[in-house]
């Protein structure tokens, strides 16, 4: 079998893929564009790819092709269609990240929650030293014990973030997207319950018809103006301009976001233009990318393609 990865640099250099050598001829390659893909999929019995487009342009030249693995749960740059009509297999990990993406959760939400971007500031440029007292007060914090957290997306990742946060002692409520969703240990509420009631909201639900644009300025508005608000689901689950806005205009305390709507992140994204930079968290889509989740997602993508070896012979 060819092996052939075509954005193994979405992986991590640190992540060892030998064990891949074990399974056929492989071939590694960091980037590929769509034009470099066509040649390089050309004799590759299995692709690897995270995003990268499979389609009929990009696999037109690929004649041997029998299997595509990709290295994400997201399936969406594939052509399903045209994989079905070329009797091309495809394979997704699901639940690789669930522990990894809660810890972001959390750092995220303490980061913001207890001012320490001012904190640390404050430390580092020389204020404290000769300070009158021992600590210091001027931005003041709350503890989340006995506030309300609600989470969009009760899947696996948020009903961990659940079980996290009811040990802090929050009292948690979500809302179902798709209105199919329940589940008894935690209180189901409508959109603008959620909204009105949570003192801290976080995403974690795929990007679908019903939740793309879903935080949009109405849902900000809805929102307690102490409020904070993270985004580890997908990128346009979010306006981005309308939370720049609400941000600006002192709408909601604070707001982090793992994810964006183009990744990597483009010069005029309006959220660039938030003044009080201390009152938003952005990380480069890294809540999944612990080395061990990724080890993980590796591992799995090795044992679909072994067993897929099996089931040809």
């Known amino acids: 079998m060819n092996i052939v990865f ?8 640190d992540i060892s893929l030998t064990h891949f050598e074990k399974l056929g001829n492989v071939t590694y390659y960091g980037f590929s564009t769509p034009e470099e893909m066509r040649e390089r999929a050309a004799d590759a019995d ?24 990709v290295t994400a749960t997201g399936t969406n740059n594939l052509d399903k269609n045209y994989l079905a009509a070329r009797g091309i297999e495809w394979r997704n990990v699901a639940g690789y990240s669930t522990e990894c993406v809660t810890q972001h959760t959390f750092a995220m939400l303490l980061y913001l929650f207890e001012k320490l971007a001012y904190y640390d500031n404050y430390v580092k440029s020389g204020a404290y030293i000769g300070n009158t007292t021992f600590t210091h007060f001027s931005n003041v914090f709350h503890e989340i014990n006995g506030m309300t957290w609600g989470i969009i997306g009760l899947g696996a990742i948020g009903k961990r973030v659940a079980q996290i946060a009811s040990l802090f002692g929050c009292r948690v409520i979500y809302y179902s997207t798709t209105g199919k969703n329940n589940q008894p240990e ?30 949009n300025r109405d849902a900000f508005q809805k929102m307690k103006k102490s409020a904070f608000f ?19 205009a002192h709408e909601l305390a604070a707001a982090g976001l793992d994810v964006l709507c183009a990744e990597p992140m483009c010069a005029d994204n309006p959220l660039l233009t938030v003044k009080e930079s201390e009152r938003l968290l952005i990380t ?13 997602l590796m591992d799995i993508i090795w044992h679909q393609i072994e067993d897929f070896i099996k089931a040809q012979a």
């Open 284 to 296: 480069p889509h890294i809540a999944w990318a612990g080395a061990e989740t990724r080890s993980r």
């Open 6 to 13: 075509l954005d193994a640099d979405t992986i991590g250099r």
């Open 46 to 69: 299995i692709l690897i790819l995270n995003k990268m487009r499979a389609d009929a342009f990009t696999l037109e030249k690929a004649s041997h092709l029998k299997l595509i693995c």
């Open 230 to 248: 993270l985004n580890l689901g997908r990128g346009p689950i979010v306006c981005e301009q309308d939370l720049a806005d609400a941000l600006n």
């Open 186 to 215: 935690y209180e189901r509420v409508s959109f603008d319950e959620l909204l009105s009631q949570s003192d801290i909201i976080s995403v974690h639900a795929p990007l679908t018809a019903q939740t793309e644009g879903l935080m």
